[in-house]
């Protein structure tokens, strides 16, 4: 079996959002990382457990075909707004590798992501019922107190806290929007629309409301990006 080798090769771009003072080098670093845990019941599997390096990377001034452990970008006043591209390659050393730790990257700030209903709650909102009792198996208990085990401590400093003293904080980002196209919102006090978000959206045929919808909130709070946000707020 050949794989696609495709499927182990990735690259993304990396540019400046401002023009820098002087030369700005930006060393991007494969960091040496463990793929399993080393458990008793996968000590069968022979899996290795030290910390390895298992991705290499490159960068156009480096050559994208010269894969190392890390390379460096140069920024400065005459390049800094352009696009700079990273390769990520997978190192093969002949190890098996686990999937005990996957690493997801961080995602984009774009409010546009939202293209389904979302509803944020402040206090304790009607239609959530009450917890039931629960089902027991054959000799489980459900002890009225809570026993903590010794040696250990309860951090217990919110137990009596009065939820009409609370200040329920809503955050909108939108942090990684580009560009001079605006982008068009409707605030008003318990929805959020437009910015590119879902809307005329329809689950089991039920009409739901467009864009953020919230209720009972003391604070909203917005953090935009350096694109053209035009807000009405009603």
Known sequence: ????????????????????????????????????????????????????????????????????IETTLTFNSS??????????????????????????PSQPSYLSYIQGPISVQGSFPADVPPIQRPLFLPGEND???????????????NLFACEGDQVNH?????????GNLPQYGTLTSGQFTGMNMGRNISITGVRQKDGLVYANMNVIEMFLGNGVDDIIVE
């Open 170 to 178: 809503l955050i909108i980002y939108n942090l990684d929007v580009r």
């Open 1 to 68: 079996f050949d794989p696609d080798v495709s499927l182990y090769n990735d690259d993304y771009t990396i540019r400046l959002s401002k023009v820098p003072n002087g030369t700005v080098h930006v060393t991007i670093q494969s960091i040496e990382t463990v793929t399993d845990f080393n458990v008793p019941s996968r000590e069968a599997l022979g899996r290795n457990y030290d910390a390895r390096i298992q991705v290499l990377v490159a960068s156009d001034d480096s050559s994208k075909d010269n894969f190392m």
């Open 143 to 157: 002890t009225d107190k809570f026993l903590v085990p010794e040696g250990a401590t309860v951090d217990d400093s």
């Open 79 to 104: 390049n800094w707004y352009k696009e700079q591209t990273v390769y990520v390659s997978a190192f093969e050393d002949d190890i098996e590798e686990g999937v005990d730790v996957l690493s997801f």
